[in-house]
């Protein structure tokens, strides 16, 4: 497959990123990647039916700016809320007014971090959001992804029974 004018979206500081290491730079400058602009808040429209939102999110942002996705269909909404630092004033403001949410969960409790400075690790942990937002778990409601596969995937498991994790 030959990669040529595939186009990247992605903000500011992401372009910035690519731009300036490799092997981006070199794609990026043989026009194998085309970048595009996603302005935080602003819309992108992907083909006829779906919009996609990019909105910011409080994290360490030492590479780039982190997002979350809200995307728009015809019909329904969805939210994709990345690895975050901390959910300042809770979920309820990032979930309201979709149809599913996933959330990116990185540790479940305290205990998987044993030996740690727990207070130089700002990531929510797992069963801070359900104790919280239990119900948010329901089928059809709710979603989560866990990005690495350490023990808090058979907690989910028992947590939301018949629901999958990734």
């Known amino acids: 497959m030959c990669g040529h004018g595939v186009s990247s979206v992605g903000d500011a500081s992401m372009a910035e990123f690519l731009e300036a ?11 194998h990647v085309l970048l ?15 919009t996609v939102r990019p909105l910011p999110v409080p994290h360490r942002d030492e ?8 995307i728009a269909g015809a019909s329904r909404r969805v939210l994709w809320l990345p ?14 007014g979709v149809d599913v949410a996933w959330l990116d969960g990185t540790f479940y409790s305290d ?6 400075q727990l207070d130089q690790i ?6 801070e959001h359900l104790a919280e937002y239990g119900g948010f778990g329901q089928p059809g ?3 989560r992804a866990i990005d690495s596969p350490q023990p808090q995937q058979s907690r989910l498991r028992s947590e939301f029974a ?5």
């Not at 590479?63 to 809200?70: D, G, M, P």
């Not at 700002?122 to 069963?127: D, E, K, L």
């Open 162 to 166: 018949g629901g999958a994790s990734h």
């Open 83 to 96: 690895d975050i630092d901390a959910w300042e004033g809770g979920l309820t403001q990032w979930v309201a």
């Open 111 to 116: 205990s998987e971090l044993p030996g740690r």
């Open 36 to 50: 595009k602009d996603m302005s935080p808040g602003a819309p992108v429209t992907l083909g006829e039916r779906i």
């Open 122 to 127: 700002p990531h929510p942990r797992i069963s």
């Open 21 to 31: 290491n490799e092997p981006w730079a070199s794609l990026v400058a043989r026009r």
């Open 63 to 70: 590479l780039s700016e982190t997002v979350a996705f809200e």
């Open 141 to 143: 409601r709710c979603g």
